[in-house]
């Protein structure tokens, strides 16, 4: 079944360390994106890819940092400049960003220890 | 930056009655329209998308498109308390920013039996 796959579905940071989020689909989707959701916040951009080798900053880019290497993939990296790391990561894919909505992943829960 | 504003919440409503959330938006040109239903916890699910002024209905739920006053609505019918989640508004941006989605903060909706 084609799908968008998050891991990890949890994920423990030590102050000072980068972690990367992964997010795989198979939907030949062209477009990908991640946001981030806090509580009574809504979703925030933080990047977004419409093609391989290309990405754009979104409303919230730093402290991130993101690669398109391959159509399937769209790491993200959450650095030790992220002042605020702990939230709700979210994965999604569109088959062209502007006339589908988009298919999300079941999300990565980010906890700072 | 794009607005998409919708009704505070949380709504209420009882088991069999109709739930109508509400969405606008401040760019006029706006072409697509979603919504998304999000459970406590998990990620969000495309319910609904509208592109043309009118209603659109699938099943019990019924989309309302007004380009000229700005707004979306959803309405559900019969609502049940498996309806009971979060339901976010979005909108395609335009020019510059084609293929991404702005996201309204959201409705919670709580059906009881």
């Known amino acids: 079944d084609g799908g968008i796959t998050q891991s990890p579905k949890y994920l423990f940071r030590k102050e000072g360390q980068n972690v990367t989020l992964s997010c795989e689909q198979n939907l030949n989707h062209d477009a990908m994106y991640w946001y981030r959701q806090d509580p009574g916040q809504g979703l925030r951009l933080i990047y977004y890819?419409?093609?391989?080798?290309?990405?754009q900053k979104g409303d919230i880019a730093e402290g991130y940092s993101v690669s398109r290497e391959k159509k399937e993939s769209f790491p993200l990296t959450v650095t030790s400049a992220q002042k605020n790391p702990t939230a709700f990561y979210l994965c999604?894919?569109?088959?062209?960003?502007?006339?589908?909505?988009?298919?999300f992943g079941s999300g990565t829960r980010l906890t700072v220890v | 930056q794009k607005e998409v504003e919708q009704n505070s919440g949380p709504l209420s409503v009882p088991e069999g009655a109709i739930a109508s959330l509400n969405c606008t938006y401040s760019d006029r040109g706006s072409q697509s329209f979603f919504w998304y239903r999000q459970y406590s916890g998990k990620s969000p699910e495309l319910i609904m998308s509208?592109?043309?002024?009118g209603d659109k209905e699938d099943g019990r739920f019924t989309a309302q498109l007004n380009k000229a006053s700005q707004y979306v609505s959803l309405l559900i019918r019969d609502s049940q308390p498996s309806d009971s989640a979060t339901y976010l508004c979005a909108v395609i941006g335009r020019g510059s920013t084609l293929g991404r989605l702005y996201f309204g903060r959201g409705t919670q909706l709580t059906v009881w039996p």
């Open positions: 509208i592109y043309s002024n």
């Open positions: 999604a894919s569109s088959m062209d960003g502007v006339n589908y909505g988009y298919t």
């Open positions: 890819s419409q093609i391989v080798n290309d990405f």
